[in-house]
């Protein structure tokens, strides 16, 4: 079945750009109906949708983030990429990457998540 | 911007009772409304979607309901597996976004 699995360094210093990838396996991240998408949760918080794709191009990010995140696809290696920029010890959390069914507005299947602590 | 709000925010409870959680829209949202279980450590899990479909799998002690504000998810029988926080999210269709409530924790009395 369809796993999705984050993967990143880790720990990033204050100002520097994050880079998290998220691998789909069992499964096409070229899957019409369907976006991708990123939502985060630090520590003993709620969730924040971050932002989602469609395999085409089409991005939709929130707008607290919007000026420093970026998120990619790369249909080649079935992986989602999610870039923010200019990092704070705000953004210290744990990232989920996630599948979203369009029709049901949606996340069905989610990563196992990846830690980011923000640290010089 | 589309606010979710739950409450309550921490609700304690019996294995064996009914409970009720309820999330409330700023504005109005159709039916674009799913909520999700999370463990500690763990990635949140559908439960419901489009307010009141059961995702595959899951018990069918859960059910969702509502539409335009005003939704609940309730537990019918409380089991000790239940006992998790649970989250609304919100789908804007017309300009694709997504939102959470801020989670009710649902604690063994």
């Known amino acids: 079945q369809l796993q999705l699995q984050e993967s990143g360094p880790g720990l990033v210093k204050p100002s520097e750009t994050l880079s998290l990838t998220c691998t789909v396996s069992g499964g096409s991240i070229s899957s019409s109906d369907m976006y991708w998408g990123w939502i985060r949760q630090p520590p003993g918080k709620g969730l924040e949708w971050i932002g989602m794709m469609y395999y085409s191009g089409n991005t939709y990010y929130n707008p607290s983030l919007k000026t420093r995140v970026t998120i990619s696809v790369d249909t080649s290696k079935n992986q989602l990429s999610l870039r923010l920029s200019s990092v704070t010890a705000a953004d210290a959390a744990v990232y989920y990457c996630?599948?979203?069914?369009?029709?049901?507005?949606?996340?069905?299947?989610w990563g196992q998540g990846t830690m980011l602590t923000v640290s010089s | 911007d589309i606010q979710m709000t739950q409450s309550p925010s921490t609700l304690s409870a019996s294995v064996g009772d009914r409970v009720t959680i309820t999330c409330r829209a700023s504005q109005t949202i159709s039916t674009w409304l799913a909520w999700y279980q999370q463990k500690p450590g763990k990635a949140p899990k559908l439960l419901i979607f489009?307010?009141?479909n059961l995702e595959s799998g899951v018990p069918s002690r859960f059910s969702g309901s509502g539409s335009g504000t005003d939704f609940t998810l309730t537990i019918s029988s409380l089991q000790p597996d239940d006992f998790a926080t649970y989250y609304c999210q919100h789908y804007n269709s017309f300009s694709p976004s997504c939102s959470f409530g801020q989670g009710t924790k649902l604690e063994i009395k």
């Open positions: 489009k307010a009141s």
């Open positions: 996630a599948r979203a069914v369009i029709l049901a507005g949606s996340f069905d299947i």
